[in-house]
């Protein structure tokens, strides 16, 4: 079969309601298991997967070119796996792929198409809707990942200073990835640490646990829970089944559950949040879509945090907070449970956390990490400071 070229494109209901992770990016930039979804689907369809995007602010990130034939159109709240590449590369033209009423994929042919043919597929799919479903899928992402990418491959050696509780097969190591002194147990899920990853001593692993490119787990860390830490992170304290999405910290202790933390934050030392309500119940969160906060479903649920965000010492997130991107939190006390973008301040309450200052901190931070924002992240991170 030909090489074909898929385009991820963003429906504008997920995309919103996966706020405010998807503020700063496409839904297909994020990160579930060990990859993000468009490095899943590249797995599948040889580095040809191209993005579209909904919101005009984003357009930067768009590379397909609606011009061309023979383009196959997917929904990128929907995760791969084997049997479903295999009905989405059967697509004739004009041919679209459902299941229950979600839109899988669509095939364009090489002269504009109607969409006249709905093919009903069989199988369960693994969807993301909100925020929360990123934790919550994550065990199942993790082992189609982990299953994905080391298929008839040899792990690099394992430290003999390590304790390893079930199999040690669960247990993959790319490249210069480090483990010393640590106990690892495989019996609830896999273990995997990319090139340049460090579990360091003392730590307590128990899977599923995937980290990330230059990910690093300090000094008797314990995780639990099917947790993913992205490149160049830092972790240290307690982690329970939450999402480190890349490049942000959480250096010390304190406790960090059910929990999706984009990319370039900070928590500060001793930062902890709930993830459990005082009755027991079900844990309401806000919805940007809604301008309210809606039932999730969830009776854990913990922190949801976008880009940029920064929190001071000893911070206390309340069951179900949902802060938005560049908001500086600190103080004492719980802060609202929602907190918008460009936030500065805390229980006592906020001022703006003025463009110019957000951008300096930005710099700064991204320096460290040999990176620099360019003129299209500076452009759309203004749009979300004019339109908070």
Known sequence: MS?????????????????????????AFLRIGILTIQEKWNFYFENSVKIKTTEQY???????????KGLIYINPSVL??????????????????????????????????VFE???????????????????????????????????????????????????????????DAKIEASILNTNGGFI??????EIMEGSVVRGSLAMCESATLKLSTKIYGATTIGPHSKVGGEVNNSLILGFSNKGHDGFLGNAVIGEWCNLGADTNNSNLKNNYGEVKAYNYDKEDFIKTGKQFLGLIMGDHTKCGINTMFNTGTVAGVFANIFGGNFPPKYIPSYSWGGADGFTTYH???????????MQRRNKKLNENQIS???HLFEYK
Do not use: C
């Open 3 to 27: 090489k074909q070229t898929i385009v991820l494109a963003d429906h504008r209901k997920d995309w919103s309601n996966l706020r405010p992770l998807t503020l700063t990016k496409p839904l």
């Open 58 to 68: 984003l357009k930067s990130f768009n590379t397909f070119d609606p011009n061309e």
């Open 80 to 113: 791969p796996n084997d049997v479903l590449v295999e009905n989405i590369k059967k697509l004739s033209a004009g041919e679209s792929l459902y299941s229950n009423g979600t839109l899988i994929a669509s095939k364009i042919g090489n002269e504009d198409v």
């Open 117 to 175: 043919k709905a093919i009903q597929y069989s199988h369960e799919i693994i969807k993301i809707n909100f925020p929360w479903d990123l934790f919550t899928l994550n065990e199942k992402a993790i082992e189609l990942d982990y299953k994905l990418i080391t298929k008839n491959r040899i792990s690099a050696p394992i430290s003999k200073t390590n304790t390893i509780i079930g199999s040690s097969e669960n247990i993959f190591l790319e490249k």
């Open 192 to 197: 995997y640490l990319a090139k340049n990853a």
């Open 355 to 365: 463009f110019e200052k957000a951008m300096e901190v930005a710099e700064a931070v």
């Open 380 to 382: 759309i991170l203004k």
